[in-house]
């Protein structure tokens, strides 16, 4: 049985969109927390020009698995066992990396160690793609996020929406700079980096 997440199926088409115009160069794309497999499935077909890199801890692998099994993509692998706070990670070079829904399920030091990590394994030219729910200058962008973060905290107080402020310094420090902010449905955004070169 296949995991299934209803707003990774809502969100696909959206992302995709944003993606095409990020992505059009890029060769070989880390997804970091690939979730269901959902994603991964889903933009490796639509991108056929790219290698999609899944990733995510083990327990989730399962399920990953279940979707590339099926899907039977030549240009999609993994899934590879990638904890962001672990020193070394499974890929040591790629063009782009793509993460949703990430950030604010993570503690805030495994935040840090993931953008620290990404300027590690980032070629130069390469882009970050993040897919999420974002706070400006500290406010909540709409009811439903602070609703959202409320219940986020409720199940982990280390969780929690980022601020894209704190997020842009992080970035700023892997050597990372900030090209792009797209409005997402859902009161998501995709924020976008470049490490230049």
Not at 46 to 59: E, G, I, K, T, Y
Not at 145 to 156: I, Q, S, T, V, Y
């Given at each position: 049985m296949k995991p299934f997440s209803e707003s990774c199926e809502q969100n696909k088409q959206p992302i995709l969109e944003v993606l095409q115009q990020h992505l059009a160069s890029a060769r070989r794309v880390l997804e970091i927390g690939?979730?269901?497999?959902?994603?991964?499935?889903?933009?490796?077909?639509?991108?056929?020009?790219?290698?999609?890199?899944?990733?995510?801890?083990?327990?989730n692998h399962p399920g990953i698995d279940a979707w590339m099994g099926e899907a039977g993509l030549a240009n999609l692998s993994g899934p590879l066992a990638l904890d962001v706070n672990q020193p070394?990670?499974?890929?040591?070079?790629c063009d782009a990396v793509f993460s949703a829904n990430s950030a604010h399920i993570m503690d805030w030091p495994s935040v840090q160690n993931m953008f620290a990590g990404i300027g590690r394994v980032l070629e130069a030219g390469g882009v970050f793609c993040l897919y999420g729910p974002f706070n400006y200058e500290g406010r909540y962008t709409s009811d439903s996020n602070a609703r959202f973060d409320a219940w986020l905290k409720a199940r982990d107080p280390a969780s929690g929406i980022r601020d894209f402020e704190t997020l842009a310094a992080l970035a700023e420090d892997a050597g990372l700079t900030f090209i792009a902010d797209h409005a997402m449905p859902a009161n998501n955004r995709i924020?976008?980096?470049r490490k230049p070169g």
């Amino acid at each position: 049985m296949k995991p299934f997440s209803e707003s990774c199926e809502q969100n696909k088409q959206p992302i995709l969109e944003v993606l095409q115009q990020h992505l059009a160069s890029a060769r070989r794309v880390l997804e970091i927390g690939s979730g269901t497999g959902q994603h991964a499935v889903f933009f490796a077909a639509q991108l056929p020009h790219l290698h999609w890199l899944a990733s995510d801890v083990p327990a989730n692998h399962p399920g990953i698995d279940a979707w590339m099994g099926e899907a039977g993509l030549a240009n999609l692998s993994g899934p590879l066992a990638l904890d962001v706070n672990q020193p070394d990670w499974p890929v040591v070079d790629c063009d782009a990396v793509f993460s949703a829904n990430s950030a604010h399920i993570m503690d805030w030091p495994s935040v840090q160690n993931m953008f620290a990590g990404i300027g590690r394994v980032l070629e130069a030219g390469g882009v970050f793609c993040l897919y999420g729910p974002f706070n400006y200058e500290g406010r909540y962008t709409s009811d439903s996020n602070a609703r959202f973060d409320a219940w986020l905290k409720a199940r982990d107080p280390a969780s929690g929406i980022r601020d894209f402020e704190t997020l842009a310094a992080l970035a700023e420090d892997a050597g990372l700079t900030f090209i792009a902010d797209h409005a997402m449905p859902a009161n998501n955004r995709i924020l976008v980096w470049r490490k230049p070169g």
